[in-house]
Nanobody, 122 residues
Framework: VQLQASGGGLVQAGGSLRLSCAAS????????MGWFRQAPGKEREFVAT????????YYADSVKGRFTISRDNAKNTVYLQMNSLKPEDTSVYYCAAAPQGATMDRYEYDYWGQGTQVTVSS
């Protein structure tokens, strides 16, 4: 599975962005998908994950109620809708695919996209 993330950019605090992650390969629908982020000097951290069917989603406490993860298996794409953005959301955002199911553990993800920069100004 190859992943290509897009949709990042510069936005003011309180604004919104939608990230997309396009996957290649016919097995996309069998993978759980996740979004992670990494700020300079910090470890990569979990943001959100969605099961292969889209029926189960989990979020980091820091984004719960503001971010929504979804997927369209017909388009081989997973999305991250980010609302009410805060300066502390500034990071490089990565999408990833996990074969075993929706998980917050980054080590369970086998495939990673290249990352897209999100910058939130105050």
């Amino acid at each position: 599975v190859q992943l290509q993330a897009s949709g990042g950019g510069l936005v003011q605090a309180g604004g919104s962005l939608r990230l997309s992650c396009a996957a290649s390969g016919r097995t996309f629908s069998t993978y759980a998908m996740g979004w992670f982020r990494q700020a300079p000097g910090k470890e990569r951290e979990f943001v959100a994950t969605v099961s292969w069917s889209g029926g189960n989603t989990y979020y980091a406490d820091s984004v719960k109620g503001r971010f929504t993860i979804s997927r369209d298996n017909a388009k081989n794409t997973v999305y991250l809708q980010m609302n009410s953005l805060k300066p502390e959301d500034t990071s490089v955002y990565y999408c990833a695919a996990a074969p075993q199911g929706a998980t917050m553990d980054r080590y369970e993800y086998d495939y990673w996209g290249q990352g897209t920069q999100v910058t939130v100004s105050s």
